[in-house]
């Protein structure tokens, strides 16, 4: 009697920390990841090595519905290990599959990973990308587009068909290798993008967006580029928003749409002019060259192409071009009626009531370290363990983790250092994060496993004061925030989801200099419905080799 109640127990206990959703449909792919010569700055240029998937440049992209389980086989051809993230997808209870070097050990060359997740409970525009040793300037990255189930409404009519576009700088480099040289060197930061491209190309030829007139489309928007901002237009239409990162914000119309580094948003266009060829515009923001790339927007039928000029972009000088950027942020704000998957973590509706448990400040910095230029958060300077954070954590791995060794505040007086900080945060915390920049450079800030509210932008330092300036009742929700110049962004989180996060700059050469961290949301009590258990397909290494799964 007791044998069969503790194995039908541990049957219980297998079954939830398998995949949840076993009714959800199963997505297979398997992916080879090669290099190849691709020539996105055109044929007179020399090529360039790519990372290519299956072939492919951008990386195939992946369609699915809310829930689907994926189970994506990554073959690694590459003379280096490699790992592919999935950015937005909030990967709940399950940071084992997030995919950085946090989380998981790479894949080694000649190796495959199969990752199993869920798009639990989400709905909208993602992309993977590869998260090691500057992988991403050379390719490897693509669309991951999460549809509703039929029984979830979104809010707004179902367009006719969408499309997809991948903008990013690009620059010239014979490969991602000789990139991470010059960071390598310590010589300081990138050189100046060569290029602009949309889903890999400058001119991307044909035409790839073809509609019926009269019919409304949703352009999804996602920015894969290592650093610019970059704005997106569509000649004489209108751009009503209608998505951010997941979350469904006020359907404003715009003329044109800023996406920062690492960003996604999606907007509907009515096919509402005469039948021609329309351009669609995306140019870098913030930079002293401005780069554009074009595509076409064919009326199906059309003969001729939109005469006249391509559409302006929004004011180009400083401090015009900035004060431009964060009106429109200032503008996005979140459709409380909308319903979704679920935008929200349950309970943190009204988020502006939530009480805060604690503030985190973390101010970025460009310090000099044994000689070398790095980039820190409240000068400790990340450096990847050998043994990722989350087995170190799983196996009690000494040596591995500092805890709670960033000062959660900037300690102007302490030495700049490298680092590997993990922030110990409790499940269900409500956690303020202020982002500080004191550069007079773009930021970007991402944090996986989950969205955020985008409380406050503003200039200067911030003080507590700033507070009595928040957005506490429709602000945007998202997973990756700008900061402007010698300004700050506030977030606040409900810290639902416990597992291992990276909280990383957006900016590619900064996050791969040591602007980011680790946090760990997690409770003492040890159960299946607040995290699944490792994987029993887990690569292990470093210190890790050879311990069960
Ligand atoms: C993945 O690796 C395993 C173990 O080496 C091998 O048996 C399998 O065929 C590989 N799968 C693919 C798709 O290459
Ligand atoms: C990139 O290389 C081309 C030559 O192929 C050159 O004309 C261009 O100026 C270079 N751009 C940058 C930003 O270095
Ligand atoms: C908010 O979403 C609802 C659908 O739930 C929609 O009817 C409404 O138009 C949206 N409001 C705005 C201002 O976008």
């Known amino acids: 009697m007791a044998a069969a109640f503790l194995s039908l127990a541990l049957f219980a206990l297998a079954a939830a920390a398998s995949l949840a959703g076993a009714d959800d449909p199963y997505r297979y792919y398997t992916w080879t990841v090669t290099y190849g010569p691709i020539t996105p700055l055109g044929a007179t240029h020399p090529p360039q090595q790519g990372i290519l998937i299956n072939g492919q440049f951008p990386g195939p992209r992946i369609d699915c519905v809310t829930n689907d389980n994926l189970l994506v086989t990554v073959v690694n051809l590459l003379d280096e290990p490699f790992l592919l993230t999935w950015n937005g997808i909030k990967q709940r209870k399950n940071s084992w599959q997030d995919g950085v070097a946090g989380t998981n050990c790479p894949i080694p060359p000649g190796a495959n990973y199969t990752y199993k997740f869920q798009a639990k409970d989400q709905i909208g525009t993602f992309v993977y990308f590869p998260s090691l040793a500057l992988h991403r300037a050379a390719g490897g990255f693509g669309a991951l ?8 409404p979104v809010p707004y009519p179902p367009p006719a068909a969408d499309f997809t576009l991948l903008v990013g700088d690009w620059y010239n480099s014979s490969s991602h290798a000789q990139l991470r040289r010059t960071l390598d060197s310590g010589a300081g930061s990138l050189p100046p993008p060569a290029a602009l491209l949309i889903n890999g190309a400058q001119r991307p030829s044909g035409s790839p967006f073809v509609g019926q007139p009269g019919k409304t489309y949703l352009f999804r928007v996602s920015n894969v580029g290592l650093r610019a901002s970059v704005n997106v237009r569509v ?20 003329a044109s749409l800023d996406v920062h580094a690492g960003q996604s948003l999606a907007f509907l266009v009515t096919l509402n002019q005469p039948a021609m060829d329309y351009a669609v515009v995306a ?3 913030f930079t002293p060259q401005e780069l554009t790339a074009v595509a076409t927007l064919h009326y199906a039928g059309a003969t001729a192409a939109a005469p006249g000029p391509l559409p302006a972009p929004p004011p180009a000088q400083a401090p015009a071009s900035y004060v431009w950027s964060v009106n429109q942020a200032r503008s996005f704000r979140w459709n409380l009626t909308a319903s979704a998957a679920r935008p929200n973590p349950q309970g943190s509706f009204h988020y502006g009531a939530i009480r805060r448990s604690r503030t985190i400040l973390l101010a970025s910095s460009a310090p000099v370290l044994a000689g070398r230029r790095r980039c820190a958060v409240n000068g400790v300077s990340f450096v990847v363990p050998d043994t990722p954070l989350k087995l170190a954590d799983n196996y009690n791995i000494a040596d591995v983790i500092e805890w709670d060794s960033v000062p959660l505040r900037p300690d102007g007086g302490a030495a700049p250092r490298a680092g590997t900080p993990v922030v110990r945060l409790d499940l269900h915390e409500f956690v303020e994060v202020v982002f500080q920049n004191t550069e007079s450079e773009m930021q970007s800030w991402h944090l996986d496993g989950y969205d955020f509210w985008v409380v406050g932008y503003g200039n200067g330092q911030w003080t507590e004061m700033q507070r009595q300036t928040y957005n506490l009742v429709d602000a945007q929700a ?48 040890q159960s299946f419905s607040n995290e699944y258990s490792i994987p029993t397909n887990a690569i292990l290494c470093g210190k890790a080799v050879g311990l069960p799964h």
Not at 146 to 152: F, G, K
Not at 235 to 254: D, F, I, M, S
Not at 500 to 505: D, E, I, K, P
């Open 145 to 152: 587009n999460v549809y509703q189930r039929p029984a979830i």
């Open 478 to 525: 998202r997973h990756t925030v700008q900061v402007y110049p010698n300004g700050w962004s506030a977030i606040l989180v409900s810290l639902d989801n416990q597992g291992m996060w990276n909280l990383r700059s957006a900016i590619w050469d900064r996050q791969y200099l040591g602007q980011q961290l680790y946090l760990r949301v997690w409770t003492p009590e």
């Open 235 to 254: 000649q004489g239409h209108a751009l009503r928003l209608v998505e951010v990162e997941g979350t469904h914000p006020v359907q404003n119309v715009y």
């Open 283 to 285: 140019s870098t923001r």
